[in-house]
């Protein structure tokens, strides 16, 4: 098994670090639960980068993987969350371009496998535009993945990972037990099966001071990266960019 995993924030594992502060994530935990399923290691590569619209994913990070050597044998692709962000996101095109990776890798002779991203719409500003948009887009995804016969792990429709426990601080990102949850069905996909991990829902409100300090820490400093035209993923690259052997140890899943 040779694993290369595509994508923006999400597939980085933002929102999920270890104590030296890299992402972790939840493609790296499918990594481990398929060495483990499989008795024997799997060669892994990560080179989505926070920030990134479909685009750059559909192509530069595309191409990157396809040139591995040697070929991998399974690629995972999410984007089009940043997009939606954006003004006048054209929905169609994301499709069109996500369909463009699905000839490629068909051509290829590799797997894919699509994910649509959790639903982080309910706590953030203009979050019925962003839920409009990604409905609109996780069905048609679905329908290209029907049509090509292709699996897609759709965390948009999953309401458990709505809840408020799964996501960080910045409500954008999911936290460390969502990212678990994230691998456990794409690996229960994959023919490995896990346990979705639940907890318990606590509502707690929102604070005056509470979602002030959210909007200065956060939204803030989101617009003011917009404004400038910047992104969070300037200057960065992916996390592993060749092969990197993850040997077959219990999950963490």
């Given amino acids: 098994m040779r694993y290369v995993a595509i994508g923006d924030s999400f597939t980085e594992g933002v929102g999920d670090e270890l104590p030296d502060g890299s992402p972790r994530g939840w493609a790296d935990l499918v990594a481990e639960g398929l060495a483990a399923g499989l008795g024997e290691p799997v060669r892994y590569a990560?080179?989505?980068?926070?920030?990134r619209l479909l685009e750059p994913i559909v192509t530069d990070q595309l191409d990157a993987a396809l040139s591995l050597s040697p070929a991998?044998?399974?690629?995972?692709l999410n984007g089009g969350g940043n997009d939606m962000m954006r003004t006048g996101v054209d929905t169609g095109r994301l499709v069109r371009l996500t369909e463009h990776a699905v000839r490629r890798c068909a051509d290829a002779g590799v797997r894919l496998v699509l994910l649509s991203g959790a639903d982080p719409s309910e706590r953030l500003p203009f979050g019925?535009?962003?839920?409009?948009?990604?409905v609109a887009?996780?069905?048609a995804v679905k329908a290209?993945?029907?049509?090509?016969d292709l699996l897609m792990v759709d965390m948009f429709n999953d309401a458990e990972i709505r809840k408020a426990a799964y996501w960080s601080p910045d409500r954008l990102h999911l936290n460390a037990i969502g990212h678990r949850r994230v691998a456990a069905h794409v690996?229960?996909?994959?023919?490995?099966?896990?346990?979705?991990?639940?907890v318990e829902h606590r509502d707690t409100g929102r604070r005056v001071s509470a979602e002030a300090r959210y909007y200065r820490e956060h939204v803030l400093p989101w617009l003011y990266r917009r404004l400038r035209g910047r992104s969070s993923g300037d200057y960065r690259t992916g996390k592993h960019l060749a092969w990197t052997t993850?040997?077959?140890?219990?999950?963490e899943v």
């Fill in 246 to 251: 993850v040997p077959a140890a219990l999950p």
């Fill in 144 to 148: 290209l993945a029907a049509r090509h």
């Fill in 187 to 198: 690996l229960t996909a994959l023919g490995h099966a896990t346990e979705a991990e639940q």
């Fill in 128 to 134: 019925r535009t962003v839920h409009r948009r990604g």
């Fill in 72 to 76: 991998p044998t399974l690629i995972t």
């Fill in 46 to 51: 990560n080179l989505a980068i926070r920030g």
């Fill in 137 to 139: 887009l996780t069905a």
